[in-house]
């Protein structure tokens, strides 16, 4: 008997490592499955072209380093869009001033702007206005308007463009065209495609 016990604790002392190893790995195998998977980083979506604001029957304002007023823009409804950090804007009517305070309107039923409405396309019944103005040497320069269903302003540089039909009145002036380009520094009018126009005399003093 003490024989057999023997054997037999022989034989499981042999055996004991093989199954210590076995155990060990039933139990990583176990612990392996039981481990969540990382998950692999997730790519960057690119930004979809939507509001991320909106605003009903606003009024912002901008103003330059001094304290002046720079710009104000009005509207009925707007939406920003932060993939192009642009304004779009119903009924908008927005005032500008520039470096050298002149003003300039623009009214719509429908803007775009980019973030400090120094660029503004015109939809839609598009006006803008530069206000009569004595320039640097003392000359008065009329007034003037734009019309037409599309007008692309550039507020700073005092500048207006369109490639779809236009009216322009300078004064007592008045002139159409299919499209136009205007740059008020450099006191430049193009006018393209079918050009109409009527030049009414200066009053004689």
Do not use: C
Not at 38 to 53: I, K, N, S, T, V
Not at 96 to 114: I, K
Not at 118 to 142: H, N, W, Y
Not at 177 to 200: H, I, S, W
Request: aromatic content about 8%.
């Amino acid at each position: 008997m003490i024989y057999l016990l023997r054997m037999l604790g022989d034989r499981l002392s042999l055996y004991l490592p093989v199954i210590l190893m076995g155990l060990l790995a039933l139990g990583t195998y176990w612990l392996v499955r039981g481990t969540p998977l990382l998950m692999p980083p997730e790519q960057a979506l690119p930004a979809r072209h939507e509001a991320d604001y909106f605003m009903r029957k606003f009024s912002v304002k901008t103003f330059d380093a001094a304290g002046r007023l720079k710009s104000e823009v009005l509207g009925s409804d707007a939406r920003h869009y932060p993939d192009t950090d642009t304004l779009e804007i119903d009924f908008v009517r927005i005032r500008s001033f520039s470096n050298e305070g002149r003003l300039t309107t623009a009214s719509a039923s429908r803007a775009l702007t980019n973030g400090n409405a120094s660029e503004v396309q015109l939809f839609g019944d598009a006006r803008v206005v530069r206000e009569q103005v004595l320039d640097k040497i003392g000359q008065l320069q009329p007034r003037m308007e734009f019309r037409g269903e599309f007008l692309h302003a550039f507020m700073d540089a005092e500048r207006v463009t369109s490639d779809q039909p236009v009216q322009l009145m300078r004064g007592r002036d008045k002139f159409t065209a299919d499209a136009m380009d205007f740059d008020n520094p450099k006191r430049v009018m193009e006018l393209k495609g079918r050009v109409k126009g009527t030049l009414v005399p200066a009053a004689v003093k």
